[in-house]
Each structure stands twice: as structure tokens, then as C-alpha cells.
């Protein structure tokens, strides 16, 4: 065994025993980590306080043999308290640590991730953008080498034509001939392209509209096709 720092936000928690949980925590430097954390349910513990889902932290640990780690010490770095106290944001976050969990491999470092997942938590947290959850799904997408295809018709590969079907099974934007999948309109486009671009702070200080309802939809489903699998916390507000 051999002891680790690190910094990290907490995705999720099961109960072990009478007092233990196994907390699941996307960190910079060490991947998705597994760990026990002994003692965190008995009344009154604050370290268990400091191990609850959406909580950014740095932690202390020793590393098992096995699949299952153990933390040794935890200090906050952030709660995101705006997001928690509102239940909007609170679900969109939760979506963001559900895609997370998904796509981090275990004490396999993936930094990029992690920095978007705390910028987007931390955004989240300073306003209520409708557009933060789809803008991270956009950009992981990217990050994992599958951001749809915008700029043209991803099937015949024709790009003076109108873009009116988004399907990510196709790898993107379709024009009316090839068209399938999901209508989409312009001001979608627009935005997603935005989004990958560069453009994501003005995209993030637009008011909530009926486009940045699309461009979630899309959003989501593109996930949700990538990781084929459906991302419960999107579609129900529980947590993973």
C-alpha cells in the first residue's frame, strides 16, 4: 500500500456496514478512485460531511492492493452551495457527476476532465445557466475524440447545404436529403458550434430561451448514444 495526495470531486457514495461508505471521487491526478471511508456515518461525523456527492476536496489516502482504496483525511475545497440550494441546478449538476462517472476509468488520470467538470460546477454555482450541462455533455464529447460533425452534412459530406437533423449515431448535423434523427434548427447549430469553438462564455451568459431547451435535448441524447446507456439523473432528477 502506498499513501497518495490528490484533489477531487465526489460523483457518489454507497453505504458499507454500520458506519463505513465507499465514496467514488473523479480526481486530477489519479483517475476515477474507490475508497472506504471508515467511520463517516456514526452521528456526528464530519468527515462523513465532507464526503457527500458534489463536494470538491483534497483528500489523503493509501492505495489498496485491490479495487477499493482508503481514505485517511478530506478537506473541503468547495460545496458548490448556490447549486445545492437550487433544484434546477442541483439536477444539472448531478447529470454532469453521473457523465463523469461514466466516462472516468478507475486510477486512470484523465486531468482535462476533471477541470472541466470543477469549471463547470464552479460556473453552475456562480449563475443559473440552462446551458452549462449541455455546453460539459458538448465538451466531453469532444474530449473523448466524438464531437458531431457541425460545419457540414456528416453523410455526404456536403457543406453549402442546410443542416435541418442532428443524429449522433450519423456523427452530427444532416442535411434534407440525408436527413434522420432529431430536427434542428439554426439558432441550435449556432450555438453548439459556439460551444466547441470558443464561444462557450457568451454562450453562458445568454438568457434561458427555447433554443437553449434544443441544444439540451441534443445534448443529452448525443450522451446518451455515446455512452449507450440513459443518464438516469437527466431523466429523473435522482442521484446516480
Same mark, same amino acid.
Given at each position: 500500500?502506498?499513501?497518495?495526495?490528490?484533489?477531487?470531486?465526489?460523483?457518489?457514495?454507497?453505504?458499507?456496514?454500520?458506519?463505513?461508505?465507499?465514496? !467514488? =471521487?473523479? !480526481?486530477?491526478?489519479?483517475?476515477? /478512485?474507490?475508497?472506504?471511508?471508515?467511520?463517516?456515518?456514526?452521528?456526528?461525523?464530519?468527515?462523513?460531511?465532507?464526503?457527500?456527492?458534489?463536494?470538491?476536496?483534497?483528500?489523503?489516502?493509501?492505495?489498496?492492493?485491490?479495487?477499493?482504496? &482508503?481514505?485517511?483525511?478530506?478537506?473541503?475545497?468547495? !460545496?458548490?452551495?448556490? /447549486?445545492?440550494?437550487?433544484?434546477?441546478?442541483?439536477?444539472? +449538476?448531478? &447529470?454532469?457527476?453521473?457523465? +463523469?462517472?461514466?466516462?472516468?476509468?478507475?486510477?486512470?488520470?484523465?486531468?482535462?476532465?476533471?477541470?472541466?467538470?470543477?469549471?463547470?460546477?464552479?460556473?453552475?454555482?456562480?449563475?443559473?445557466?440552462?446551458? /452549462?450541462?449541455?455546453?460539459?455533455?458538448?465538451?466531453?464529447?469532444?474530449?473523448?475524440?466524438?464531437?458531431?460533425?457541425?460545419?457540414?452534412?456528416?453523410?455526404?459530406?456536403?457543406?453549402?447545404?442546410?443542416?435541418?437533423?442532428?443524429?449522433?449515431?450519423?456523427?452530427?448535423?444532416?442535411?434534407?436529403?440525408?436527413?434522420?434523427?432529431?430536427?434542428? &434548427?439554426?439558432?441550435?447549430?449556432? =450555438?453548439?458550434?459556439? &460551444?466547441?469553438?470558443?464561444?462557450?462564455?457568451?454562450?453562458?451568459?445568454?438568457?434561458?430561451?427555447? /433554443?437553449?431547451?434544443?441544444?439540451?435535448?441534443?445534448? !443529452?441524447?448525443?450522451?446518451?448514444?455515446?455512452?449507450?446507456?440513459?443518464?438516469?439523473?437527466?431523466?429523473?432528477?435522482?442521484?446516480?
Amino acid at each position: 500500500m502506498s499513501l497518495f495526495r490528490d484533489r477531487g470531486i465526489v460523483l457518489r457514495g454507497i453505504r458499507l456496514g454500520e458506519t463505513d461508505r465507499i465514496v !467514488t =471521487i473523479l !480526481t486530477e491526478e489519479h483517475g476515477k /478512485v474507490r475508497a472506504v471511508a471508515r467511520g463517516v456515518r456514526r452521528p456526528g461525523s464530519r468527515f462523513g460531511a465532507r464526503l457527500e456527492p458534489l463536494t470538491h476536496v483534497t483528500f489523503l489516502g493509501w492505495q489498496g492492493r485491490g479495487d477499493l482504496d &482508503t481514505l485517511n483525511q478530506a478537506e473541503v475545497v468547495d !460545496t458548490f452551495r448556490a /447549486v445545492r440550494e437550487d433544484l434546477d441546478r442541483m439536477a444539472a +449538476a448531478l &447529470t454532469m457527476l453521473e457523465v +463523469a462517472d461514466q466516462i472516468a476509468q478507475e486510477r486512470h488520470a484523465i486531468p482535462a476532465l476533471y477541470r472541466m467538470l470543477a469549471g463547470a460546477l464552479g460556473a453552475l454555482n456562480e449563475r443559473p445557466s440552462p446551458m /452549462v450541462a449541455p455546453a460539459f455533455h458538448l465538451k466531453v464529447l469532444a474530449l473523448d475524440g466524438s464531437a458531431p460533425v457541425l460545419d457540414g452534412c456528416v453523410s455526404c459530406g456536403r457543406e453549402d447545404v442546410e443542416l435541418v437533423a442532428f443524429d449522433l449515431t450519423e456523427g452530427g448535423a444532416l442535411c434534407r436529403g440525408c436527413r434522420r434523427g432529431r430536427p434542428i &434548427t439554426p439558432a441550435a447549430l449556432d =450555438i453548439m458550434r459556439r &460551444t466547441l469553438q470558443g464561444g462557450l462564455a457568451g454562450v453562458l451568459s445568454e438568457p434561458p430561451s427555447a /433554443v437553449a431547451d434544443e441544444v439540451a435535448t441534443l445534448a !443529452t441524447e448525443a450522451m446518451e448514444v455515446h455512452l449507450d446507456r440513459r443518464l438516469r439523473s437527466a431523466r429523473s432528477g435522482m442521484l446516480p
